[in-house]
């Protein structure tokens, strides 16, 4: 089954403690993006990758990195996590980065006390 | 001021009803609209995708794009209770390789 996934689904964490969160695709998918999810905000992307090693800021990069080792996976990394990165993250993927049909994973939903 | 502007709602409609969500930019350049549908606990999915002005139609949905007062907007026909979710309106300029996204607006469809 074509899938984008993420793990964990959930989590909680103390600020300060470094986590990553996994996102992966099997549709040998181009463009992959993580996206964070507020009440009030909608959508609004954090990083995008064109292609493998290929990574660039989206309008909320501040407090996140991400990779690109492969072409499959495309970790969202929370060095030093705070309050106000408690959201909902989902991580999407498309053919090509022009490609509007994006396929979003389930979701991760983050709480950092 | 944001670039997209969505109702949040919520809106609570009868089966059967015609449902019209709307979505208003201020941003000359998106070339190019979706509607994505997004079930609770669940990743958006892309329901209806325009290219500049006019009207598109998948079976209960019509999708409308007008550019001269920056408005999209999206019609259910005949709604049912299984599409009670969060719509979400997104746009994108030519070129641009990211989407922007309304906040999105609860629609619910009472049986």
């Known amino acids: 089954e074509a899938q984008v996934t993420q793990n964990p689904r959930y989590l909680i964490t103390v600020t300060g403690k470094k986590l990553t969160v996994t996102c992966s695709q099997n549709?040998?998918?181009?463009?992959m993006s993580w996206y964070r999810q507020d009440p009030g905000l909608g959508l609004r992307q954090i990083y995008y990758s064109m292609n493998v090693e290929v990574t660039d800021k989206g309008d909320v990069p501040e407090g996140y990195k991400v990779s690109r080792k492969e072409k499959r996976n495309f970790p969202l990394i929370l060095e030093s996590p705070s309050p106000n990165q408690t959201s909902l993250y989902f991580c999407?993927?498309?053919?090509?980065?022009?490609?509007?049909?994006?396929?979003f994973g389930p979701g991760t939903r983050l709480t950092v006390l | 001021q944001k670039e997209v502007e969505q109702d949040p709602g919520p809106l609570s409609v009868p089966e059967g009803a015609i449902v019209s969500l709307n979505c208003t930019y201020s941003n000359s350049a998106f070339q190019y609209f979706m509607w994505y549908r997004q079930y609770s606990r669940k990743g958006p999915e892309l329901l209806m995708y325009?290219?500049?002005?006019g009207n598109k139609e998948d079976g209960r949905f019509t999708a409308q794009v007008d550019k001269s007062s920056k408005y999209i907007s999206l019609f259910i026909r005949d709604s049912q209770p299984s599409d009670s979710a969060t719509y979400l309106c997104a746009m994108r300029r030519g070129s641009a390789r990211q989407l922007t996204f309304g906040s999105g607006t609860q629609l619910t469809v009472l049986p």
């Open positions: 325009t290219y500049s002005s």
């Open positions: 549709m040998n998918h181009e463009y």
């Open positions: 999407a993927s498309s053919l090509l980065p022009y490609t509007d049909t994006q396929y």
